[in-house]
Nanobody
Framework: QEQLVESGGGLVQAGGSLRLSCAAS????????MGWFRQAPGKEREFVAA????????YYADSVKGRCTISRDNAKKTVYLQMNSMEPADTAVYYC??????????????????????WGQGTRVTVSS
C-alpha cells in the first residue's frame, strides 16, 4: 500500500527555520516526481515546490523561492523541504505528494495538485510573529 508520511512541522518564530520530511513506502519512490503543497486556514491549497526523480531539477513557487530548498534521498525514500527566513504567511498544513508522470524537468505543470497520485496526511507549521 502506497503511503506518504510527513513530519517535522511545529511552531517556529518568524525568521526561523524548519525542515520537513516525507517518507514514502509502497511505491517506486525513485521514479516519482515529488511535490510539496500547503493549505493555510481558510485558503485553497497551493503549490510550494517540486523535484524530479533524480533531484537534478527543482521548481518553486514565487512565494518561497530563495527561502526554501526541496531535496530528496532516494535510498531513504524521503523528500525534504528546508524552509528558512520563515514568515507568518508560511503558516499552513504542509503536504507532500507523488506524481508518476515521466519527467526530466519539473515546471509549471507540476504545480497542479490534481495531477499528483498520492498524498500524505500533512504536517502543521505555525510561524509566530
Amino acid at each position: 500500500q502506497e503511503q506518504l508520511v510527513e513530519s517535522g512541522g511545529g511552531l517556529v518564530q518568524a525568521g526561523g527555520s524548519l525542515r520537513l520530511s516525507c517518507a514514502a513506502s509502497g511505491l517506486a519512490f525513485s521514479t516519482y516526481v515529488m511535490g510539496w503543497f500547503r493549505q493555510a486556514p481558510g485558503k485553497e491549497r497551493e503549490f510550494v515546490a517540486a523535484i524530479n526523480w533524480s533531484g537534478g531539477s527543482t521548481y518553486y513557487a514565487d512565494s518561497v523561492k530563495g527561502r526554501c530548498t526541496i531535496s530528496r534521498d532516494n535510498a531513504k525514500k524521503t523528500v525534504y523541504l528546508q524552509m528558512n527566513s520563515m514568515e507568518p504567511a508560511d503558516t499552513a498544513v504542509y503536504y507532500c505528494a507523488a506524481d508518476n508522470r515521466p519527467t526530466l524537468r519539473v515546471g509549471i505543470r507540476h504545480t497542479i495538485g490534481d495531477e499528483y497520485l498520492y498524498w500524505g496526511q500533512g504536517t502543521r507549521v505555525t510561524v509566530s510573529s
